[in-house]
């Protein structure tokens, strides 16, 4: 297609539309990648809570039903070390809940499953040669980051700040995903631990334009086609969207949490540490309300979660969302329920038309 004005995100990926699903874990499934590749956007497959093996097969799903280009997704955190006095607080703070539900507040938990881009995951990306590797929380190490290069594929990732931006391209990166304070889910910021210095969207696209010579994707608070043709007025050549994908039959989320997106203002989500230890957007539940937004005895990334399994394994199963990460952008309201390759498909048409 010809009609769009900014063609570099467009024939860097080799898509259609430059409208890419955000990689969400857990809701992001094989099928709503397809979906969304199938469309002419760019299919996501998120690797953060996922082994390689499980990689391997969403992969294979991926490819056996469509050869449309596929972005793979990966975490860089570093693993954190061992703090037993601040798990013991943080075991503490919810032992109330331990208590209220009849489970034992010393009983064992499950470490995390978010694991960090390393060997195993870029074996992967060798083995498959996905067209796109994108990155959140900064870069793997100079190493892996070389292996990936070296298959060919586009390298991306996220900033939430210029100086994150410029740090990336500095690095090599093919594209820069400028990711605003509305964006729902974890926040990308890795040069920085100040989450009340975090820029909304629409003030943080020009900027990083204008800092860096690479494309430049918008993400955050973008759900309909006014907010893609904001953004592409702006400066940025694609558009990144996530919230407005999980009320599609393809995403892969609990029924408390729809209703909570199909439900929730835009000022009912807020940025919270307490569900993995790491800022996250969210929609605010009975555990965020009570325990605080950011709390600073959270054990570090990812560790937070481990002691709320037990908590969500009890109320979840009867519809409770007291302690379930409600992962959500502030534009939730924004979103139609329907099929995301319709939703790719329409959202396309409707930013043409108000482009022309």
Known sequence: MTAWPDRRILDLFGIEHPILL?????????ELAIAVAEAGGLGALPCATITPEQARSALDAFRAATSRPVNLNFFCHRKPEDDPQREAAWRARLAPYYRELGLDPAMPVAPSNRAPFDDAFCEVVEAYRPEIVSFHFGLPEPRLLDRVKATGAKVIASATTVREARHLEAEGCDAIIAQGFEAGGHRGMFLTADVSSQIGTFALVPQVVDAVGVPVIAAGGIADARGVVAALALGASAVQIGTAFLLSPEAKIPSQHRR????????????????????????????MSELGRLAPDAPAFPLAGGALAPLRAETEPVGSRDFMSLWSGQAARLAKPMPAGDFVRTLAAEVLAKVR
């Open 22 to 30: 955000a990689p969400m874990a857990g809701p992001g499934t094989a």
């Open 260 to 287: 909570a997106l199909e439900t929730a203002e835009a000022d009912e989500t807020a940025i919270t540490n307490i569900f993995t230890g790491r800022p996250a957007r969210g929609i605010i539940n009975r555990l």
